[in-house]
T-cell receptor, first 114, second 114 residues
């Protein structure tokens, strides 16, 4: 079984400030990790994913995330946010063995204000 | 434009009524999924299908049924709706159910059961 914990339900920041959205996971096997973004009244869109290789993963819209196996974390970062980044962000994990389902965290609402 | 369509966009339903949410994808993806999204709970998997003709239960299957008669369509049926099924429902698909495949999401159906 696997689980995902997003430590913050809401993160308010000012425009052009840096942001980090935290994600921790637990799993008894190796995993693949994902961040999805959901803009208001829309479906989810893949932001970035870690499958293997470099632990620093770059995604769309200037976001990046770092896989830390020892800390079982996959925190999402952006050095300078824009108003348009206001959205809900979901961390998700999937076992890399056989057929497995995608388990989502509860989401973090990023609120960017001018 | 390739993607996933869901219908209806929103629906208000009386408790006890039967309802089918429709989902169609034109990407020739083998795997399809139904999630429900509730505030503070993130997305939870209801049912999935690895390929046409097969279905499986997710985390919260009770009160829901699915069928997969062909590759493109994956309808979700509520046989007798209850207020706790008020939620936003997302359909998703991926090329295969392999863990490295990105899931693509539809725009969602907002269902209110009174």
């Amino acid at each position: 079984a696997q689980s995902v914990t997003q430590l913050d339900s809401q993160v308010p920041v000012f425009e052009e400030a840096p942001v980090e959205l935290r994600c921790n996971y637990s799993s008894s096997v190796s995993v693949y990790l994902f961040w999805y973004v959901q803009y208001p009244n829309q479906g989810l869109q893949l932001l970035l994913k870690y499958l293997s290789g470099s632990t620093l993963v770059k995604g769309i819209n200037g976001f990046e995330a770092e896989f830390n196996k020892s800390q079982t974390s996959f925190h999402l970062r952006k050095p300078s946010v824009h108003i348009s980044d206001t959205a809900e962000y979901f961390c998700a994990v999937r076992s890399n063995s056989g057929y497995s389902t995608l388990t989502f965290g509860k989401g973090t609402m990023l609120l960017v204000s001018p | 434009i390739a993607g996933i369509t869901q219908a209806p966009t929103s629906q208000i339903l009386a408790a006890g009524r039967r309802m089918t949410l429709r989902c169609t994808q034109d990407m020739r993806h083998n795997a399809m999924y139904w999630y429900r999204q509730d505030l503070g709970l993130g997305l939870r998997l209801i049912h999935y299908s690895n390929t046409a003709g097969t279905t499986g239960k997710g985390e919260v299957p009770d009160g829901y049924s699915v069928s997969r008669a062909n590759t493109d369509d994956f309808p979700l049926t509520l046989a007798s709706a209850v207020p706790s099924q008020t939620s936003v429902y997302f359909c998703a698909s991926s090329l295969t159910q392999g863990p490295y495949n990105e899931q693509f999401f539809g725009p969602g159906t907002r269902l209110t059961v009174l």
